[in-house]
C-alpha cells in the first residue's frame, strides 16, 4: 500500500459493520415435523439446562415466537452460561435487566430461516478455534444442530452480549491500534464511522463501513511512534488534516472502506474506499491478499485470529 512516498506493509485490523437491510433471505422450503418438539417445548422439557433462559422467553413474551413454524436457529446459553452473564452484568437475577434490554436480549439470540444476521438485524459471526465453532468471538457451541420441529438449535456456554459499540469505538477501544484511532480522530473520519444509522424517508437507514486499522506495532518497524510522527512521514500540513486533500487525511482514509466485508465475504477484486476516489485491491488464492503486486510477490495480509469481531454498525474482520 503506497501512500505519500513510503510504504507500510503491515498487518490490518479489517473492521466491517453488517446491518439488518443487508440480510438476504433466499426461499427455504421447511419440513416440519409435527410429531417433533418446537424449540419452546425443547427448552422447557430441560429445565435442568435451560430454566433461566426459559425465564427469559416468558419475561419477554416470546415463547410464542419459537413454537411457531419458523425456521429458525437459537443459539441457547445453559444456565450456567446465563449466570455468568448476570455476574458480568453486575446484576443478581433476570429481573434486574429492563424490559427493552430483555427483548434485545433474547432476539440476539434468534436467527430466522438460513440468513446470518438475527432478529435484532446484527450479524452473528463464527468462526473455528481448533475443533471448535465459536460465536461473536467469545461463545462456544457445545452441542450443536439439535433438530427440532422449527429449525434448529446450538447450545452455546455464554451468553451473546448485544453489540452496541460503533466501528470507531471499537478501534479506539483497543490499546493495539492508537495511533490509527488518533489518526481518524482528528481528520474528522471517526464522525462518520460513529454514524450506525441516519432518517432515510419514514424510515431509518443503518450505515456500512469497513477500516482496515494498522496496528501500534506495524508502525513501530517504521519508527513511527505517534500520530505526529506519521504526520511527518506522510510530509502533511497538521494545519489541514481534515480536509481531503490533506496528505494524512489521504492516508487513513484510505483504510476506510465503503461497504461492510467480513473474511469470508470478501473476493479477488477491487474494493472503493471511503470517498470513492480510489481503490483497495484483494486477491483471494492461498491466503488473503491485499494489493498483491505479481511481480514482487509482495502484499498486506490478516491477522485472521483477530478478524470478524463484531460491532453494531458491523462486524469485523481482521488482516495480518
Not at 432476539?107 to 432478529?119: E, K, P, T
Not at 435484532?120 to 478455534?129: A, K, L, N, P, S
Request: net charge negative; with cysteine.
Amino acid at each position: 500500500m503506497r501512500m505519500n512516498h513510503f510504504t507500510i506493509h503491515s498487518s490490518f485490523l479489517l473492521i466491517s459493520f453488517l446491518f439488518f437491510n443487508s440480510c438476504k433471505e433466499e426461499p427455504h422450503l421447511w419440513h416440519v415435523d409435527s410429531q417433533g418438539q418446537v424449540m419452546g417445548e425443547y427448552i422447557a422439557s430441560h429445565p435442568d439446562q435451560f430454566s433461566e433462559f426459559e425465564k427469559l422467553i416468558k419475561a419477554t413474551g416470546k415463547g410464542s415466537l419459537l413454537n411457531t413454524r419458523g425456521p429458525f436457529t437459537l443459539f441457547l446459553p445453559i444456565d450456567e452460561a446465563m449466570l455468568e452473564y448476570y455476574s458480568f452484568k453486575d446484576v443478581s437475577s433476570l429481573q434486574d435487566f429492563s424490559d427493552s434490554d430483555q427483548k434485545v436480549l433474547v432476539f440476539n439470540h434468534i436467527v430466522g430461516a438460513d440468513i446470518s444476521c438475527n432478529a435484532i438485524g446484527d450479524y452473528v459471526v463464527t468462526e473455528f478455534e481448533g475443533t471448535d465453532i465459536i460465536v461473536n468471538k467469545h461463545s462456544k457451541i457445545i452441542d450443536r444442530e439439535i433438530q427440532t420441529a422449527n429449525g434448529y438449535i446450538h447450545v452455546i456456554d455464554r451468553v451473546m452480549d448485544p453489540i452496541t459499540d460503533d466501528i470507531y469505538t471499537v478501534v479506539s477501544s483497543d490499546p493495539s491500534y492508537q495511533i490509527f484511532a488518533e489518526g481518524l480522530s482528528i481528520t474528522g473520519l471517526k464522525d462518520t464511522l460513529q454514524i450506525i444509522s441516519f432518517p432515510f424517508g419514514q424510515k431509518e437507514a443503518r450505515t456500512r463501513f469497513t477500516v482496515l486499522a494498522v496496528a501500534d506495532t506495524i508502525f513501530h518497524r517504521y519508527g513511527i511512534h505517534s500520530t505526529e510522527e506519521l504526520m511527518g512521514r506522510c510530509k502533511a500540513n497538521p494545519d489541514s488534516v481534515t480536509f481531503l486533500h490533506n496528505p494524512f487525511y489521504r492516508y487513513i482514509e484510505y483504510h476506510c472502506m465503503t461497504g461492510s466485508y467480513y473474511l469470508s465475504d470478501l473476493n479477488t477484486g477491487i474494493y472503493p474506499i471511503l470517498s470513492r476516489d480510489n481503490n483497495i485491491s484483494f486477491t483471494i488464492d492461498t491466503d488473503y491478499k491485499i494489493n498483491y503486486d505479481r511481480n514482487t510477490d509482495t502484499y498486506t495480509g490478516f491477522n485472521i485470529p483477530a478478524s470478524d469481531t463484531p460491532a453494531k454498525n458491523g462486524g469485523t474482520a481482521c488482516s495480518g
